[in-house]
């Protein structure tokens, strides 16, 4: 499903443990690392999929998170050409996401990738909040930024330090 100016919606998951990090998982067979992301199906709301997506993407359910909140509006980030998909229909030339912020309310060992077939990820580990702003790929650090700038307060995050990018 791709929107009229080629935007694939689409929920970002900012996972929180109790002390304040947050899951940063690594893509599978690779040394890229981001937070956990998924297309919104058709017929599906903003929340819909994101329980979707975290039962998928880290085998957790409804039950083991709580939802701090929420951005406001879309966030989009645009594809390097490279990325950019050109199948049948409208050509998806990047991202808009609804992030949300979670807090995990449930033993961590629970996280696995084994949920599907296909998984995404082959590993996690807590970070520091603004760590994700650092090691993110470039096309997608703006997004993170405004994210995590706005969600920040919600989940009760230090101030950003000069260094976090």
Same mark, same amino acid.
């Given at each position: 499903?791709?929107?009229?100016?080629?935007? !694939?919606?689409? $929920?970002? @998951? /900012?996972? &929180?443990?109790?002390?304040?990090?947050?899951?940063?998982?690594?893509?599978?067979?690779?040394?890229?690392?981001?937070?956990?992301?998924?297309?919104?199906?058709?017929?599906?709301?903003?929340?819909?999929?994101?329980?979707?997506?975290?039962?998928?993407?880290?085998?957790?359910? !409804?039950?083991? $998170?709580? @939802? /701090?909140? &929420?951005t406001r509006r879309w966030l989009r980030y645009q594809l390097p050409e490279r990325y950019i998909r050109r199948r049948r229909g409208r050509v998806c030339i990047g991202q808009k996401q609804k992030w949300f912020a979670l807090r995990l309310v449930a033993a961590e060992s629970l996280v696995r990738f084994d949920a599907t077939a296909d998984p995404e990820f082959d590993g996690w580990r807590w970070v520091d909040y603004w760590h994700p702003l650092r090691e993110v790929v470039e096309f997608k650090r703006e997004v993170y930024d405004l994210a995590l700038d706005e969600l920040a307060p919600l989940i009760g995050a230090e101030p950003r330090s000069p260094s976090a990018l």
């Open positions: 499903m791709i929107d009229r100016d080629g935007y !694939r919606p689409n $929920v970002g @998951i /900012i996972l &929180v443990s109790g002390g304040g990090q947050v899951l940063w998982a690594k893509r599978i067979g690779q040394e890229a690392w981001q937070f956990p992301q998924g297309g919104i199906k058709r017929g599906e709301t903003p929340e819909d999929a994101l329980f979707r997506e975290l039962n998928e993407e880290l085998g957790l359910g !409804r039950e083991h $998170v709580e @939802i /701090i909140g &929420v």
